[in-house]
């Protein structure tokens, strides 16, 4: 029984004590979860460190080939609502002209409209 339960993120009590997933400070009332941390997930970002979220808009930053096909993605492509997945490729989005396709974030900057 000897877990080590973070101090309180309010008044840095240790007195807190854990009901279920959540901590409980019995010094301020202050009630936080167990599980949450400062990170929410890996975070996606474009080639110069912007957040990007979904139903962003993004341009393309080099010439990219489309996987099976002849088709060129160019610089400088404007790419409407992207979606966030998970994966190497980790922008899913329909390119205009080239349609459904998996991009990397590395490869696009955030276009603010
Ligand atoms: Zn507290």
Redesign the pocket.
Known sequence: MSDTLPP?P????TY?YQVDALLI?P????EFSATASEEEGPQVRDSVGNPLADGDTVTVIKDLKVKGSSLVVKVGTKVRGIRLVDGDHDIDCKIPGIGQMGLKSEFVKKVSE
């Open positions: 309180c309010e008044c840095a009590s807190v400070c010094e301020c009332g202050h």
